[in-house]
């Protein structure tokens, strides 16, 4: 059973595109992380959000948090081919801290 | 620091050949994990430790050994290779629990024929 869902699975747009990604689950997170992970790397952290309603700006990404936190979403503004890459997201459930559940992960390819 | 950092990058192995994949942080993290990432399936824990002399099952340990004799490695033990081991596998390691930021290693691609 995926307790994280993520959608699209895959999306392929052209640079200057803007687009969301999501991150959907039925149970509740006291936190939940995003990755992005490069051909041939190790998925790098980008943010942390942990209450419910929470909104985080990275540059151009801005992540939010669910009012529920069972849910989360991933926005970028004007997508450049650097942003190429594999978005993960990860889910802490409360009480069970030494574990994190992995979404699926969307696949994002920025064309020039 | 240089992180984690995992070796080797790349290994191919004959079923029934066992090998160890090494792993080591330099963050003085306490947590640390090993991951198996197959297309479709995501990111599987497969071991974890919470500190030296600490390890435990994640839910895809059947083929797999581990042990944390200090706090900056964490080897990851195959007993007798089989096919479907066939996976990138990644290190990390964090701060204090398995909830916190994950450091991931560069990974290391292994194909068993």
């Known amino acids: 059973t995926q307790l994280l869902e993520q959608s699209p699975q895959f999306l392929s747009i052209q640079e200057g595109e803007n687009l969301t990604v999501y991150c959907n689950s039925s149970?509740?997170?006291?936190?939940l992380q995003w990755y992005r992970q490069e051909p041939g790397e190790g998925p790098v952290l980008l943010v942390t959000?942990?209450?419910g309603g929470e909104v985080k700006k990275l540059k151009r990404l801005t992540f939010q948090f669910g009012d529920a936190r069972k849910d989360s979403s991933l926005h970028i503004t004007a997508a450049q081919p650097g942003d190429t890459g594999l978005y993960l997201c990860?889910?802490?459930?409360?009480?069970?801290?030494?574990?994190?559940?992995w979404g699926l992960g969307t696949s994002l390819a920025v064309n020039p | 620091n240089a992180g984690v950092t995992q070796t080797p990058k790349f290994q191919v192995l004959k079923t029934g050949q066992s090998m160890t994949l090494q792993c080591a942080q330099d963050?003085?993290?306490?947590?640390m994990s090993w991951y198996r990432q197959d297309p479709g399936m995501g990111l599987r824990l497969i071991h974890y430790?919470?500190?030296?002399?600490?390890?435990d099952q994640g839910e895809v340990p059947n083929g797999y050994n581990v042990s944390r004799s200090t706090t900056e490695d964490f080897p990851l033990r195959l007993l007798s290779a089989a096919p479907s081991q066939t996976s990138v596998y990644f290190c990390?390691?964090?701060?204090?629990?398995?909830?916190?930021?994950?450091?991931f290693g560069p990974g290391t691609r292994l194909t068993v024929t």
């Open positions: 990390a390691s964090s701060y204090s629990t398995g909830g916190n930021e994950q450091y």
């Open positions: 963050m003085n993290h306490e947590y």
């Open positions: 430790s919470v500190g030296a002399g600490i390890t």
């Open positions: 149970s509740v997170f006291s936190s």
């Open positions: 959000v942990v209450t």
């Open positions: 990860a889910g802490e459930k409360a009480g069970n801290n030494r574990k994190l559940i």
